[in-house]
């Protein structure tokens, strides 16, 4: 494949990713601005909501875990060129994080509503915090290579990538995985919880925690020991010492 046109599909690729994410964010935090949110519409018979919504997490969390793996990369770069590997994974991820957007289905009621206006700024500033936490993270470990662009830019220059390393620095320091931190502080600190937004949460929460086990073993088989010993002084998730 011309190196031009993976490099037009790369940042085609990072485009959708991106827009789905900041799309998510607005649809879960009910901002003003938006026409659609996770409360928006009139809710729906339980039933309905448990089978549309559970199979949407289930694209979701299949295509990440799936599509991360070493054995699928494998067969795909048999089938697309290796720079363009990560951009394809952002490009499903975007496209599997619209389809919440698009079809989660709303369920009637409220677990919490904070209507204190004290409250909601800080419970606001909270969830912002989150995905601001979660976004701070990727640049912590490389954001241009996590979501594709170094890959289709080195190949462009015809320039080879350089090789795995782990380094502990800020945020790794004190947790091993602050970008799924984030995640579950944006998807939990609301000042309004309906059910249906409490559904999305318990279940990528419940997801981000398979996925990390697939991850961490990923990582072992990468870096072997150095990764085993950084996963026993830094907890996974809570920065608080052993």
């Known amino acids: 494949m011309n190196k031009s046109i993976i490099f037009i599909y790369g940042i085609f690729s990072y485009i959708i990713g991106l827009v789905a994410q900041v799309w998510f964010i607005f649809y879960l935090g009910e901002w003003e601005f938006m026409s659609t949110t996770i409360n928006s519409q009139h809710p729906v018979p339980l039933s309905t909501a448990l089978i549309i919504n559970l199979a949407l997490v289930l694209i979701f969390g299949l295509q990440h875990s799936v599509m991360a793996r070493s054995l699928f990369k494998k067969y795909l770069t048999k089938i697309i ?81 350089p090789s795995v390393s ?48 697939y991850e961490e073993r990923d990582l072992i088989a990468t870096l072997g020991n150095t990764y085993k010993e950084y996963q026993q002084r830094v907890r996974m998730m809570l920065p608080f010492s052993k």
Not at 105 to 127: E, H, M, R, S
Not at 131 to 155: K, P, R, V
Not at 190 to 200: D, E, F, G, K, V
Request: contains cysteine.
């Open 166 to 213: 782990f380094k502990e620095k800020l945020l790794y320091k004190f947790v091993r995985h602050p970008i799924q931190l984030g995640v579950l502080i944006g998807i939990w600190v609301t000042p309004s919880m309906s059910y249906s937004h409490l559904m999305l949460s318990v279940t990528l929460s419940i997801y981000i925690f398979i996925g990390l086990k």
């Open 81 to 161: 060129p290796q720079a363009s590997e990560r951009s394809t994974y952002v490009l499903f991820s975007g496209l599997a994080l619209g389809l919440i957007c698009l079809y989660w289905q709303p369920l009637d009621g409220f677990l919490w509503q904070i209507d204190n206006k004290i409250g909601k700024v800080l419970l606001n500033a909270g969830y912002l915090f989150g995905w601001l936490f979660s976004l701070f993270s990727t640049f912590i470990i490389n954001h241009f290579e996590l979501f594709g662009l170094q890959q289709i830019y080195l190949n462009l220059l015809n320039k080879p990538e």
